[in-house]
Structure formats: C-alpha cells, structure tokens
C-alpha cells in the first residue's frame, strides 16, 4: 500500500487501483480502508478507485493531536490533488461521511458527486463530546484493547453475521491509540454542515441502514432534505456499518447513482 507525505503534514496511506471515473471511499471510526474491499472489488473494474486510512488507522501513521476533521479533509483533498484524482464522486461513510462534508465545503471544485451513508452533518451535543474526550483520554491511557468491545455493539446490530463482526473486530485492532485519540477529538470538535448540503451542486446520495442506532435514518433524511441534487435510500437489514452488513443493498444504490 503506497503512502503519501502530504504538504500539510499527515501521511496518508491509499489504495489505488482501476481505471476509469474516479471514485474516493472514506472510511468509518475506528475501522481503515479495507473495510470498502467488497466495494473495490465491484468497482475497479470500470472505474478508479482510491481508499484513504485516516492518520492512525491502517497504513496512515498517527498525526498531531491538533488534527480536526478539516484538517483530514484538507491532507484528502492534497493526496487528490496528488494523484490526478479529480473529479471524483467522494463516498464517505459516518466519519469518512463527516470528512467528505470538510472536502465538500472546502473543495466542492474537485467532487463530481457525493455519498454519504450512515453519517450526520449536525455537530455533537456537550455531552457527545465529553463521552468522546473520555474515550480519547481513555485511549492514551489503556491503548485500545477495549474500543472494540465499546464500539461494535454501536456499529453492527446483534444479528449480525459472524462474519461481518470478525472481519470488524479485526479491523479495530488495528488502530493505534493515538489515532483513535485524534479522531474522537475531532469529531467532537466538528461543525454543523448543513449549509454545506444546501450550497452542494453536484449530485449526492444519502444512504442509511434501517437498523443503524449510532446515525439513525432521521439524521439521514433531514440531511437528504437539504440537497437540490439528492436523494435518500434506507438501506432494509443494515445497521451502521451497512457496506458490510447490509452489502448487497448498499452496492445496489451505489452502483444505480453511479450509473445515473
Ligand atoms: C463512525 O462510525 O465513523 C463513528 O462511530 C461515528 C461517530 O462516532 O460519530
């Protein structure tokens, strides 16, 4: 997996494989790009498709802990720049979705199209936040043998299939504490987006599972209710990681925006 020393500062590593219309998957807390491998693998086919970890998720060595989430955007929107990459359709799901936000408000000139699933574009209540400054201090602390445990009951529903929760499990393990830190951090410092959905002129999809609890369908439905361009899809069996575990569902509306 290449990596890439932005102007900024983070390093990011990507995946970047396939030809074709350029695809930008970003992906969910405390997960890494190999969570979107199905989605690769459906897409590099037709298309370019390009992966991003996060600083202190995957392959991305942990940053600064003053990164914030327009500071991700704003090294994501570098290693764009660096690869060619634009236009591009970015899809982001919840904090790869709050990412994409950053990079729709800062760089609208180099998105062709924009997906969000299971995501908000509302900024945390006080006592969001306070619960992920505990996690992040908690973190530092511990490292991160309890974040899977705290975290999949939230990401995937009790039904899930093994599976799925294995393969989940198994991506957590391998964030650091420091990336896990800096990205709570910054997620309970971002800012409402809304206004970003409204000035948005390109065409976007809002995706949700029906089962999702972390970013319930009601968040995704008031944020489709902003887009001139948009629409919105619940996705039926899914829960917050829906790519995952509600995969066929999930591929199907993509590849039906995609297509359009
Ligand atoms: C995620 O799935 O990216 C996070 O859990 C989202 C969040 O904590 O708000």
């Known amino acids: 997996m290449p990596t890439y020393q932005t102007p ?5 590593g990507y995946e970047d494989v396939g030809h074709g219309p350029a695809l930008l998957f ?3 807390f405390p997960l890494h790009s190999e969570m979107w491998r199905a989605q690769l693998g459906l897409f590099s086919g037709e298309r370019r498709v390009v992966a991003v970890d996060f600083p202190g998720f995957g392959m991305s060595p942990a940053a600064g ?3 914030t989430l327009a ?19 970015a899809i982001g ?8 936000l950053e990079l729709a408000s800062q760089a609208p000139e180099l ?7 299971d995501s908000r574009a509302g900024a945390d209540a006080p006592e969001g936040a306070a619960a992920r400054e505990k996690m992040a201090a908690r973190a530092e602390r511990e490292g991160i043998g309890f974040v899977a445990g705290e975290m999949l009951p939230r990401l995937l529903a009790p039904s899930a299939e093994p599976d799925v929760v294995r393969f989940a499990r198994r991506l957590i393990a391998r964030a650091s504490p420091q990336g896990v830190a800096t990205a709570q951090r910054a997620m309970a410092a971002r800012r409402d987006h ?21 970013t319930p369908p009601a968040e995704s439905a ?7 361009l948009g629409r919105l899809e619940i996705l039926p069996g899914g829960s917050h990681l829906s790519n995952l575990d509600a995969e066929d569902a999930f591929n199907r509306a993509l590849v039906s925006f995609l297509d359009q």
């Open 65 to 67: 802990p003053g990164l």
């Open 111 to 117: 998105l062709s199209g924009l997906v969000l699933a």
């Open 8 to 12: 900024s500062g983070p390093i990011l």
């Open 71 to 89: 500071t991700h955007a704003k090294a994501v929107a570098e290693l764009a720049r660096h690869l060619g990459l634009a236009p591009f359709a």
């Open 194 to 214: 809304h206004a970003t959905l409204e000035r948005l002129r390109v065409p976007a999809l809002v995706l949700c599972g029906a089962e999702d609890a972390l």
């Open 222 to 228: 008031r944020m489709a209710s902003r887009l001139s």
């Open 93 to 100: 799901l919840s904090m790869g979705g709050y990412v994409a």
């Open 26 to 28: 970003l992906h969910a």
